[in-house]
């Protein structure tokens, strides 16, 4: 048995076959002399590359999609890359063969790529050697094998196009000596959720094809020729790994219910209407958070009314009746937004920012809350206002709500009842809670910035990482007195920050009150499980 | 001569997919476009060269067009910048 190791690419375990996929190798077709017919015959194999990428891209979007089909597309445009093709034909000129010329214009390009200080644009340099070996294999007269391969592929390396070629159904795992987490190889493996190492020491030997092979993604480990007690023990993970997944599987549909009878509705954030999918597919019970910033980043001017609607609407309609909060713009001066004309400020988190924004510059505000109205005539929506500190502010944007809504009936516009909460991410807003409490409908805590306005720390700054305590104890009595509050104004309470999907917290949770925890999507069905096996009941004496 | 400044905010810099895009974008202008960052000036309508500034987030990307259409093309590639990068 040999045993290796390698980074994880992807995790999960896989037993089977090994493939060995090996370049060809190619003795480089000598010049004709003439470098004129060189020339000819770099420009038809040039031609032949381009088509064969054509048909590719178009598999590639079929298979993985057209973002990273995109990928296959930069390709194309190296094809015409003028500094590539003055290379090839200064080589040609001065005796080289076509192929020749192609080959070694694409290693020192190539060369160049690798040499960069930047990891991402270092595994570019296989995009390169990938175009240009297809143009020397296209003059060789070689054949592609990368559709044949069939079990644990073990290669020296994949480039783009290699793994897009690859028949996905019969492929039990990567293996890579090269790569790393930006490779190709690595992110296809991710797509196509195959258990997959880059990285490894494993010594590429024609006597390898065919022997038994594991790889434990989880751990970065392989297993060449396992003795029956590895093979029995890995056989042994693998089944606990899928019945981990399947047993997670059984929660989907379920109400998420404690053993006490008490309800917790496990929604999702998103971010985008694109996102709604995998709201779905996680088993999502509502839409607990939509940041609703994304429709006015990467533009030039605000969106219009209309758009914000469609794009609101349509996130409603797809969550099929079910709850969808929108939480109104949380712009400020750490955003790039040119077209807002915020002033650069030395402390954007304590800045212009948020509701602040909102209510200072209505006529940004307006469209938002309009479009937010018309929406809720397609199904059920709440809405909530981010960096809320005083009980005046939610009075003047119920206040202007109210108006929005008015109007909108005034004019004969279909709109519905909008549901009104606060996030709660102040200290002074959780202090407050009992009086805010009066005024809406829910409370959802933003735990995030609640915490680094709690605590004073920046969670970008890396050198605070020690003082940071997700956990600490001034937090925690925060958010029990924010619930305490809630239930006492007998509205119901969230909670949307990261803190929400800590599943040693889940108990906690129910003890203290909340209601809602939302989540990334993917966390849905592991906290349903939490709460539907929990035995906590609302601690009274809170 | 038509100069401007953009400041990436793309957490992966000026990558391998909005490089190609931008070259589309630049190949289809009439006039002379090319891109300084890092003290480095390439064609922007050449992809390895493009590719090899490797701008990352927060850098400066200059832009400059010169010739016919100048004033369009700019107006073009800062539209196409503030959208994608």
Same mark, same amino acid.
């Given at each position: 048995m040999l045993k290796g190791t390698g980074r994880p690419a992807y995790s999960g375990i896989a037993i089977g076959r090994i493939c060995l996929y090996k370049k060809e190798q190619q003795d480089l077709p000598a010049s004709s002399g003439d470098a004129a017919a060189e020339q000819q015959k770099f420009d038809e194999a040039k031609e032949r590359a381009r088509a064969e990428l054509t048909e590719l891209y178009e598999k590639a979007v079929r298979d993985i999609g057209q973002q990273q089909a995109e990928i296959i597309d930069v390709q194309r445009l190296m094809l015409d890359d003028l500094d590539y093709l003055e290379s090839v034909e200064a080589l040609i000129k001065s005796g080289a063969s076509a192929a020749q010329a192609a080959k070694e214009s694409g290693d020192s390009f190539s060369a160049a790529f690798a040499a960069m200080d930047d990891e991402y644009m270092k595994a570019r340099a296989v995009d390169v050697r990938d175009v240009s070996g297809r143009i020397v294999s296209i003059l060789c007269g070689h054949k592609n094998t990368a559709a044949d391969v069939e079990g644990i592929l073990v290669a020296e390396d994949l480039t783009p196009s290699e793994t897009v070629q690859m028949p996905k159904d019969r492929i039990q795992a990567f293996v890579t000596r090269q790569g790393s987490s930006n490779s190709h190889t690595a992110i296809l493996a991710r797509i196509m959720n195959i258990p997959s190492l880059v990285q490894t020491q494993i010594a590429l030997d024609d006597s390898l094809d065919g022997r038994t092979m594991i790889v434990d993604g989880f751990e970065g480990v392989y297993y060449i020729d396992p003795d029956e007690a590895t093979l029995a023990a890995m056989r042994e993970k693998q089944h606990r790994a899928e019945e981990r997944r399947s047993e997670l599987e059984q929660f989907r549909g379920r109400p998420s219910v404690t053993k006490a009878g008490r309800r917790v509705q496990l929604f999702a954030n998103i971010g985008?209407?694109?996102?709604v999918k995998q709201a779905l597919a996680g088993d999502?019970? *509502?839409? *607990?958070?939509?940041?609703?910033e994304f429709l006015y980043l990467g533009r030039t001017d605000f969106p219009t009314e209309e758009e914000l609607y469609q794009a609101y609407c349509s996130i409603v309609t797809g969550m099929g009746g079910r709850r969808v909060v929108i939480r109104t713009l949380d712009i400020g001066?750490?955003?790039?937004?040119?077209?807002?004309g915020l002033e650069h400020e030395d402390n954007p988190a304590l800045g212009y920012r948020g509701i602040r924004i909102c209510l200072k510059q209505e006529e940004i505000f307006r469209p938002q809350m309009r479009a937010i109205y018309r929406a809720a005539a397609c199904g059920p929506v709440s809405v909530m206002f981010p960096m809320i500190a005083s009980v005046w502010e939610v009075r003047r944007v119920k206040e202007f709500c109210a108006g929005i809504q008015s109007e909108l009936k005034a004019e004969g516009v279909p709109c519905g009842e909008v549901e009104l909460g606060i996030m709660v991410e102040t200290p002074a807003a959780a202090i407050e809670s009992a009086a805010l409490a009066k005024e809406v409908q829910f409370f959802s805590v933003g735990t995030n910035d609640l915490t680094q306005y709690t605590l004073a720390i920046?969670?970008?700054?890396?050198?605070?990482d020690e003082f940071y305590d997700s956990h600490h104890p001034a937090v925690l009595s925060l958010l029990r007195l924010i619930a305490q509050n809630a239930r006492r104004a007998g509205i119901w309470c969230g909670i949307c920050g990261e803190l929400g999907a800590d599943s040693t917290l889940t108990e906690e949770f129910i003890r203290m009150g909340y209601d809602e925890l939302s989540v990334s999507p993917g966390r849905i069905l592991e906290l349903r499980r939490k709460v539907c096996e929990s035995e906590a009941t609302i601690d009274e004496g809170i | 001569m038509k100069e401007f400044d953009y400041v990436i905010t793309d957490e992966l810099g000026l990558h391998a997919r909005p490089a190609g895009q931008l070259v589309k974008a630049a190949s289809a202008c009439p006039c002379a476009v090319r891109l300084t960052a890092n003290g480095q000036t390439v064609d922007a309508k050449r992809v390895m060269g493009v590719m090899r500034?490797?701008?990352?987030?927060g850098g400066t990307l200059t832009v400059t067009c010169e010739g016919e259409g100048e004033e369009a093309a700019a107006e073009t590639l800062r539209a196409f910048l503030t959208a994608n990068l």
């Amino acid at each position: 048995m040999l045993k290796g190791t390698g980074r994880p690419a992807y995790s999960g375990i896989a037993i089977g076959r090994i493939c060995l996929y090996k370049k060809e190798q190619q003795d480089l077709p000598a010049s004709s002399g003439d470098a004129a017919a060189e020339q000819q015959k770099f420009d038809e194999a040039k031609e032949r590359a381009r088509a064969e990428l054509t048909e590719l891209y178009e598999k590639a979007v079929r298979d993985i999609g057209q973002q990273q089909a995109e990928i296959i597309d930069v390709q194309r445009l190296m094809l015409d890359d003028l500094d590539y093709l003055e290379s090839v034909e200064a080589l040609i000129k001065s005796g080289a063969s076509a192929a020749q010329a192609a080959k070694e214009s694409g290693d020192s390009f190539s060369a160049a790529f690798a040499a960069m200080d930047d990891e991402y644009m270092k595994a570019r340099a296989v995009d390169v050697r990938d175009v240009s070996g297809r143009i020397v294999s296209i003059l060789c007269g070689h054949k592609n094998t990368a559709a044949d391969v069939e079990g644990i592929l073990v290669a020296e390396d994949l480039t783009p196009s290699e793994t897009v070629q690859m028949p996905k159904d019969r492929i039990q795992a990567f293996v890579t000596r090269q790569g790393s987490s930006n490779s190709h190889t690595a992110i296809l493996a991710r797509i196509m959720n195959i258990p997959s190492l880059v990285q490894t020491q494993i010594a590429l030997d024609d006597s390898l094809d065919g022997r038994t092979m594991i790889v434990d993604g989880f751990e970065g480990v392989y297993y060449i020729d396992p003795d029956e007690a590895t093979l029995a023990a890995m056989r042994e993970k693998q089944h606990r790994a899928e019945e981990r997944r399947s047993e997670l599987e059984q929660f989907r549909g379920r109400p998420s219910v404690t053993k006490a009878g008490r309800r917790v509705q496990l929604f999702a954030n998103i971010g985008k209407p694109e996102d709604v999918k995998q709201a779905l597919a996680g088993d999502a019970e *509502g839409i *607990g958070l939509l940041r609703s910033e994304f429709l006015y980043l990467g533009r030039t001017d605000f969106p219009t009314e209309e758009e914000l609607y469609q794009a609101y609407c349509s996130i409603v309609t797809g969550m099929g009746g079910r709850r969808v909060v929108i939480r109104t713009l949380d712009i400020g001066a750490d955003k790039q937004v040119d077209y807002f004309g915020l002033e650069h400020e030395d402390n954007p988190a304590l800045g212009y920012r948020g509701i602040r924004i909102c209510l200072k510059q209505e006529e940004i505000f307006r469209p938002q809350m309009r479009a937010i109205y018309r929406a809720a005539a397609c199904g059920p929506v709440s809405v909530m206002f981010p960096m809320i500190a005083s009980v005046w502010e939610v009075r003047r944007v119920k206040e202007f709500c109210a108006g929005i809504q008015s109007e909108l009936k005034a004019e004969g516009v279909p709109c519905g009842e909008v549901e009104l909460g606060i996030m709660v991410e102040t200290p002074a807003a959780a202090i407050e809670s009992a009086a805010l409490a009066k005024e809406v409908q829910f409370f959802s805590v933003g735990t995030n910035d609640l915490t680094q306005y709690t605590l004073a720390i920046d969670r970008q700054n890396a050198r605070l990482d020690e003082f940071y305590d997700s956990h600490h104890p001034a937090v925690l009595s925060l958010l029990r007195l924010i619930a305490q509050n809630a239930r006492r104004a007998g509205i119901w309470c969230g909670i949307c920050g990261e803190l929400g999907a800590d599943s040693t917290l889940t108990e906690e949770f129910i003890r203290m009150g909340y209601d809602e925890l939302s989540v990334s999507p993917g966390r849905i069905l592991e906290l349903r499980r939490k709460v539907c096996e929990s035995e906590a009941t609302i601690d009274e004496g809170i | 001569m038509k100069e401007f400044d953009y400041v990436i905010t793309d957490e992966l810099g000026l990558h391998a997919r909005p490089a190609g895009q931008l070259v589309k974008a630049a190949s289809a202008c009439p006039c002379a476009v090319r891109l300084t960052a890092n003290g480095q000036t390439v064609d922007a309508k050449r992809v390895m060269g493009v590719m090899r500034l490797a701008v990352k987030k927060g850098g400066t990307l200059t832009v400059t067009c010169e010739g016919e259409g100048e004033e369009a093309a700019a107006e073009t590639l800062r539209a196409f910048l503030t959208a994608n990068l």
